[in-house]
């Protein structure tokens, strides 16, 4: 593996432009700690790239980044994005990237630690995690995709939250399959 890797020259540009300049090289060298190739690292980078573009463009310092902007990019910003090239529009690998990066930046001094929220549905996803990990054993990558999916299941019905009212039949049904060709 090379000492550098080598980014295109609008990568380059979004990434020197944003709030996230100084804390690049220490991104970069998390990667290359975690023993990423070449060009994971590219990659992974170029969508942090995109995501810095995005901040500018909406004018969100480090303080209003967090969790939720993540979010915001990953499912409001990539599925209609037409931002120029060499962007990456995987929402798979800007997932990945970003969730890299937010490990990175707490460590870095850059954003405070994710705090714990004392929202009762996060809580609720929390231990239905903690379950599908410990008792059904299921891997990292099905169990957020699971608490992904009920988060939106919550979040289309208003007041609808675990330990709440409880959804009906018909309510669940229509929730997953008005979303079955996005699946």
């Known amino acids: 593996m090379t000492e550098t890797i080598i980014l295109h020259p609008q990568v380059c540009s979004w990434l020197g432009q944003s709030v996230l ?52 990019f990953l499912e409001d910003h990539l599925p209609g994005c037409d931002c120029a090239y060499p962007v990456r529009r995987s929402v798979h690998e800007n997932r990945t990237a970003l969730r890299h990066l937010l490990s990175v930046l707490p460590a870095n001094g850059a954003i405070g630690e994710r705090p714990t929220s004392h929202d009762p549905t996060a809580s609720e996803l929390a231990l ?6 410990h008792v059904c054993g299921l891997a990292a990558n099905t ?24 959804p009906g039949a018909l309510s669940i049904r229509g929730f997953f399959l008005n979303r079955q060709n996005s699946w």
């Open 21 to 72: 300049a100084p804390f690049v090289s220490s991104y970069i060298n998390y990667l290359r700690s975690q023993r990423y190739t070449e060009r994971t690292q590219r990659g992974y980078t170029y969508g942090v790239a995109h995501f810095a573009h995005r901040l500018s463009a909406q004018r969100i310092g480090l303080s209003g980044l967090d969790e939720e902007a993540v979010r915001a």
């Open 143 to 166: 169990r957020r995709q699971r608490i992904c999916i009920l988060r939106r299941l919550f979040s289309t019905h208003d007041g609808l939250a675990p330990g709440g009212g409880t």
């Open 128 to 133: 239905f995690d903690r379950y599908m990990d």
